[in-house]
Structures are given as structure tokens and as C-alpha cells.
């Protein structure tokens, strides 16, 4: 079965500094690795994804991750944020694509001026 | 257009009673979800439809019985509320091997 942490329930960061929100899971097979963001009062929207080739994937809003099997991890990242980035953001982990995602219990991200 | 529009976006109800939520998507996808997102904000799939077909069941009481009319609609009717039964509801849809696009949820609250 696979599963999904999320170690950091809250992460509170000023605006324009670097944030990393952790990400690990832990499957028995090949996996494709999602983060999601919920902004409140909304559903989930795809952040970015890692189906397969290069392990560092890009969102077009400055995010990426990077997938490290080693470390079974696929912790997000952006070097600089804004104060609407502040959402709930969900890693999800599928040995089948998307049809069946395992989700995280998600990471609040709170930006602050 | 809401891509997915689910409704009502609020239910407040009694324990005891039987209530459905609707969803509808306007993608041309031909897969539909649910998925429950509990009061910790874990989220959960209870059920997956592809052209009308139930294709996933989670460990979901039988109290949970989904509907699939046609590809565009999936809706949720629950029997017998129980207070555990509160939380958040999440419709989606996808087709083939693409990503989710999710609604903005129910809220359902068992009192």
C-alpha cells in the first residue's frame, strides 16, 4: 500500500523568502509523484507532476520539486513567495497515474508581509 | 463556466437523514471521482466512475451509494447521516491518463 507524510502541518514565511515544504511516501512500486494546491474555499488544482525523465519538474508560478527515489521524497520548493501563495498544498503519490491518487494530509502555507 | 460544479456547496442536516449531493463537469471528461476530505483535511477517494462504470470502491459504508446518470454527472446520495459523515466533499473528473480537475466541495455537517 502506499502512503504519503507530510511532516509540516503549517509553515509559516515572510514574503519574498525562500520556502520547502516536505513530501515523503512510500510505495512497493514505480510511482508518479503530485503536488496540489487549495486555495481557500476551492477545490484542488494540479500543481505540478512527475510521471517520469528529469526528476526536477517546474510549475509555471516558480515552484518545483524534485523527486528523489533514494530518499523516497519529493519535496516542493520556491526560492522567493508571495502573499497569494499562501494555500494548502497536498502531495499525492499513484502507482497507476492519475486515476487513483493518495494524498497527503497537506501542508499549510502561510505568507506574511 | 465552472468546469466542475458541485451543489450545494453547504448542507446542514440532521443525524438520521438521507441527502445527495450533485455534481456535474462540463470538460468532456469520462472519468468522475468523489473524494472525502475529513475535519484533519485528509483527503480520501470513496468512488470512481469511467463512462457510467463504477471502476473504484474504496472501504466506503453502503450508506454511500453514487449515480451516474451520463459521463457528465455523478452524484452522491447518502443515507442514514451520521455525525461522522461531516466533512467536505470533493467531485473531479479526468479523462484518460490526465489530471484531476476538482470542484470547490460540500460541506456537510451532521448535527
Known amino acids: 500500500a502506499q502512503s504519503v507524510t507530510q511532516l509540516d502541518s503549517q509553515v509559516p514565511v515572510f514574503e519574498e523568502a525562500p520556502v520547502e515544504l516536505r513530501c515523503n511516501y512510500s510505495?512497493?512500486?514505480?510511482?508518479?509523484l503530485f503536488w496540489y494546491v487549495q486555495y481557500p474555499n476551492q477545490g484542488l488544482q494540479l500543481l505540478l507532476k512527475?510521471?517520469?525523465?528529469?526528476?526536477l519538474v517546474e510549475s509555471i508560478n516558480g515552484f518545483e520539486a524534485e523527486f528523489n527515489k533514494s530518499q523516497t521524497s519529493f519535496h516542493l520548493r520556491k526560492p522567493s513567495v508571495h502573499i497569494s501563495d499562501t494555500a494548502e498544498y497536498f502531495c499525492?503519490?499513484?502507482?497507476?497515474?492519475?486515476?487513483?491518487?493518495?494524498f497527503g494530509t497537506g501542508t499549510r502555507l502561510l505568507v506574511s508581509p | 463556466d465552472t468546469a466542475v460544479s458541485q451543489t450545494p456547496k453547504y448542507l446542514v442536516t440532521q443525524m438520521g437523514n438521507d441527502k445527495s449531493i450533485k455534481c456535474e463537469q462540463n470538460?468532456?471528461?469520462?472519468?468522475m471521482y468523489w473524494y472525502k476530505q475529513d475535519s484533519k483535511k485528509f483527503l480520501k477517494i470513496m468512488f470512481s466512475?469511467?463512462?457510467?462504470?463504477?471502476?473504484i470502491n474504496e472501504t466506503v459504508p453502503n450508506r454511500f451509494s453514487p449515480k451516474s446518470p451520463d459521463k457528465a454527472h455523478l452524484n452522491l446520495h447518502i443515507n442514514s447521516l451520521e455525525l461522522g459523515d461531516s466533512a467536505v466533499y470533493f467531485c473531479?473528473?479526468?479523462?484518460?491518463?490526465?489530471?484531476?480537475?476538482f470542484g470547490n466541495g460540500t460541506r456537510l455537517t451532521v448535527t
Open positions: 473531479a473528473s479526468s479523462r484518460g491518463d490526465s489530471p484531476l480537475h
Open positions: 510505495s512497493s512500486v514505480s510511482v508518479y
Open positions: 512527475y510521471l517520469s525523465g528529469s526528476t
Open positions: 499525492a503519490v499513484s502507482d497507476t497515474g492519475f486515476q487513483k491518487l493518495v
Open positions: 470538460l468532456g471528461h469520462d472519468t
Open positions: 466512475y469511467n463512462n457510467k462504470e463504477l471502476i
